[in-house]
């Protein structure tokens, strides 16, 4: 049976889709997509993406990509601000959407788009790339199948650079705008810890938080929070963008009943700062080797291919394969509701002085779910 390839549009080539770009670059080696067209109000911008991975058309409206006749699927990869239009322009179109996170810049946004995309019935994937780490991978099966008892609680630290033009030289700086951002640290860079965490650990269903604004932006560069999940995990997240420019870095430890578990991380594969220690009663420090970990994981994929730097590559692949294959897409938008309902009620508990505040509930304004 001859396998159908894929029409791939881009709607936005600035620094996240040009990532993407390396890895469809991959997938049209492999056969798997045409890459159709790609467009950004920047010149520049096009020129990046289409150097990572020729397109065949690059154009200034981003609605040329919806529109285009032999374009299946959409990659939203612009500013926050722009990602609710591309993803309803796509979804009109009847076309299949990656959007990258975050979703929009308010909650209301967020669940407007969310409701959208389930009741269109399409196969829709977040950016969550982050999900496709193997020490994640690990993670997540050390939880499921309680290889180390009942998880009981963790403590998330992410740090990064701030990443806008003011403090790294030539940056973009429509994250440090609240219209543009709708928020900073948490929203920005920590959603995806916070997609992370409800996924291991179900959603939250109570929040206590604090945020800073020491830099003089319209969003926050510090974040402390304490988390209730809704099977009794409890955690604190501690996320912060700061002056260290070229660092980034995520570490997690999670507590259980017969173990403790320290990871670092970033999203680059292979990356220096990667570390996995699990420690078990009487049995000492058990330190994985992470290249054998990951081979397994990509084999557990089906990757047989070695040369991709960066994870989304594993994210787009397999949303191209749930296009091509009518089957749903993971994560999607309703797995992003709830990573996008822990920061908001972090944030309503920082403008209410850290008061305890209670996530919004999913399905609250009458979707269900499908395939988003």
Same mark, same amino acid.
């Given at each position: 049976?001859?396998?159908?390839?894929?029409?791939?549009?881009?709607?936005?080539?600035?620094?996240?889709?040009?990532?993407?770009?390396?890895?469809?670059?991959?997938?049209? =080696? =492999? @056969? #798997?997509?045409?890459?159709? $067209?790609?467009?950004?109000?920047?010149?520049?911008?096009?020129?990046?993406?289409?150097? %990572?991975?020729?397109?065949?058309?690059?154009?200034?409206?981003?609605?040329?990509?919806?529109?285009?006749?032999?374009?299946?699927?959409?990659?939203?990869?612009?500013?926050?601000?722009?990602?609710?239009?591309?993803?309803?322009? /796509?979804?009109?179109?009847?076309?299949?959407?990656?959007? =990258?996170?975050?979703?929009?810049?308010?909650?209301?946004?967020?669940?407007?788009?969310?409701?959208?995309?389930?009741?269109?019935?399409?196969?829709?994937?977040?950016?969550?790339?982050?999900?496709? %780490?193997?020490?994640?991978?690990?993670? !997540?099966?050390?939880?499921?199948?309680?290889?180390?008892?009942?998880?009981?609680?963790?403590?998330?630290?992410?740090?990064? &650079?701030?990443?806008?033009?003011?403090?790294?030289?030539?940056?973009?700086?429509?994250?440090?705008?609240?219209?543009?951002?709708?928020?900073?640290?948490? !929203?920005?860079?920590?959603?995806?810890?916070?997609?992370?965490?409800?996924?291991?650990?179900?959603?939250? $269903?109570?929040?206590?938080?604090?945020?800073?604004? !020491? &830099?003089?932006?319209?969003?926050?560069?510090?974040?402390?929070?304490?988390?209730?999940?809704?099977?009794?995990?409890? @955690?604190?997240?501690?996320?912060?963008? %700061?002056? $260290?420019?070229?660092?980034?870095?995520?570490?997690? #430890?999670?507590? &259980?009943?017969?173990?403790?578990? #320290?990871?670092?991380?970033?999203?680059?594969?292979?990356? /220096?700062?990667?570390?996995?220690?699990?420690?078990?009663?009487?049995?000492?420090?058990?330190?994985?080797? !992470?290249?054998?970990?990951?081979?397994?994981?990509?084999?557990?994929?089906? *990757?047989?291919?070695?040369?991709?730097?960066?994870?989304?590559?594993?994210?787009?692949?397999?949303?191209?394969?749930?296009?091509?294959?009518?089957?749903? /897409?993971?994560?999607?938008?309703?797995?992003?509701?709830?990573?996008?309902?822990? *920061?908001? /009620?972090?944030?309503?508990?920082?403008?209410? @002085?850290?008061? *305890?505040?209670?996530?919004?509930?999913?399905?609250?304004? @009458?979707?269900?779910?499908?395939?988003?």
């Amino acid at each position: 049976m001859v396998r159908r390839v894929i029409g791939v549009g881009m709607v936005g080539c600035g620094s996240i889709g040009q990532i993407h770009a390396d890895g469809l670059a991959k997938l049209v =080696e =492999e @056969g #798997e997509i045409r890459a159709v $067209v790609a467009a950004d109000p920047s010149e520049e911008a096009r020129r990046a993406v289409h150097r %990572n991975c020729a397109f065949e058309l690059l154009a200034d409206d981003p609605s040329v990509v919806a529109g285009h006749p032999d374009v299946d699927a959409v990659l939203v990869t612009g500013p926050t601000a722009t990602h609710a239009s591309a993803v309803l322009e /796509a979804i009109g179109q009847g076309k299949a959407v990656m959007c =990258e996170k975050p979703l929009a810049p308010t909650f209301d946004e967020v669940r407007a788009l969310v409701a959208a995309v389930a009741d269109s019935g399409l196969v829709a994937q977040v950016g969550f790339h982050s999900r496709w %780490n193997p020490i994640v991978d690990r993670l !997540l099966r050390m939880v499921t199948t309680g290889e180390l008892g009942a998880p009981l609680g963790y403590a998330l630290r992410e740090d990064q &650079f701030w990443p806008t033009g003011s403090v790294v030289a030539g940056h973009s700086s429509w994250r440090s705008d609240r219209s543009q951002a709708g928020g900073g640290a948490l !929203l920005e860079h920590t959603i995806h810890g916070c997609d992370l965490l409800v996924r291991m650990f179900g959603p939250a $269903v109570a929040v206590s938080a604090r945020t800073r604004s !020491l &830099f003089g932006f319209g969003v926050e560069d510090m974040v402390a929070a304490q988390v209730e999940h809704d099977g009794g995990v409890i @955690g604190t997240i501690a996320t912060v963008f %700061n002056g $260290v420019e070229g660092r980034e870095e995520r570490r997690l #430890e999670l507590f &259980f009943e017969q173990g403790t578990v #320290e990871v670092t991380g970033d999203f680059i594969v292979g990356a /220096a700062e990667d570390s996995l220690t699990i420690h078990r009663p009487r049995a000492g420090s058990e330190r994985p080797d !992470l290249d054998a970990l990951r081979d397994g994981y990509f084999d557990s994929l089906g *990757v047989a291919r070695r040369d991709f730097v960066f994870y989304q590559y594993l994210a787009d692949r397999s949303f191209i394969h749930a296009v091509r294959d009518g089957t749903s /897409a993971t994560p999607g938008f309703i797995d992003a509701y709830r990573a996008h309902a822990l *920061v908001d /009620a972090a944030y309503r508990s920082a403008g209410a @002085g850290g008061a *305890v505040t209670r996530p919004a509930a999913e399905g609250s304004d @009458g979707w269900t779910g499908g395939r988003s």
